[in-house]
């Protein structure tokens, strides 16, 4: 089962840019799978940041206006989350996840492996 | 977007019951619903794709069903590692959207 686990800066001030990296173990990253980002913040519920696929295609979620850039290294089996001009209201526990392919019922990619999530918290 | 509505957005029951949780989708998604479940503190737990089918090692329990907009998630014979945080989410289109969450606690 592959495995996902995130990293990065656990604080970082306000304006200033978020920067979180994922490593996938167990699997590679150049699979047909898409690599997505995931936050929630304090006590309320999940939301989706984006997606990348390996050969660097990327949807992202019209709420962050942006400032969100995904990229992937294949050599070192990671993908990467860039948010820019952060507030408070980022602050937040960021996940990392495999979105995988239904090729046998309804079809589209569906979660199916987490990371751990990393608490970052946008203060002065 | 899609907007996805559960309900209750919590419920109290006792080890050995049926609870039954619903998702509204705002709009048709084609059977491309998930569930995932969430203890406090860790990361979400996918357990449902594709409206019906048990993610790997998932207890018999649980199970999905519905169509169109309107889906459900049973858990049948409530154990202590059930009282967790449901999830529903679509993967229909992006961007992906989840419901507010069903809080399951003990009676």
């Known amino acids: 089962q592959v495995q996902l686990q995130e990293s990065g800066p656990g604080l970082v001030k306000p304006s200033g840019t978020l920067s979180l990296t994922c490593s996938v173990s167990g699997g590679s990253i150049s699979s047909y799978d898409w690599w997505t980002w995931v936050r929630q913040s304090p006590g309320k519920g999940l939301e989706w940041i984006g997606q990348i696929f390996y050969s660097g295609t990327t949807n992202d979620s019209p709420s962050f206006k942006s400032r969100v850039t995904m990229s992937v290294d294949r050599s070192k089996n990671q993908f990467f989350l860039t948010l820019t001009s952060v507030t408070d209201a980022d602050t937040a526990v960021y996940y990392c996840?495999?979105?995988?392919?239904?090729?046998?019922?309804?079809?589209?990619?569906?979660?199916?492996?987490w990371g751990q999530g990393t608490l970052v918290t946008v203060s002065a | 977007d899609i907007q996805m509505t559960q309900s209750p957005s919590s419920l109290s029951a006792s080890v050995g019951d049926t609870v039954t949780i619903t998702c509204r989708a705002s709009q048709g998604i084609s059977n491309q619903l998930a569930w995932l479940q969430q203890i406090p503190g860790k990361a979400p737990k996918p357990l449902i794709y594709?409206?019906?089918f048990l993610q790997s090692g998932i207890p018999s329990r649980f199970s999905g069903s519905g169509s169109g907009t309107e889906f459900t998630l049973t858990i049948s014979s409530l154990q202590p590692e059930d009282f967790a945080t449901y999830y529903c989410?679509?993967?229909?289109?992006?961007?992906?959207?989840f419901g507010g969450g069903t809080r399951v606690d003990i009676k």
């Open positions: 594709a409206t019906f």
């Open positions: 996840a495999r979105e995988t392919g239904d090729y046998s019922h309804y079809g589209g990619y569906y979660f199916d492996s």
């Open positions: 989410q679509q993967y229909f289109s992006h961007p992906r959207t």
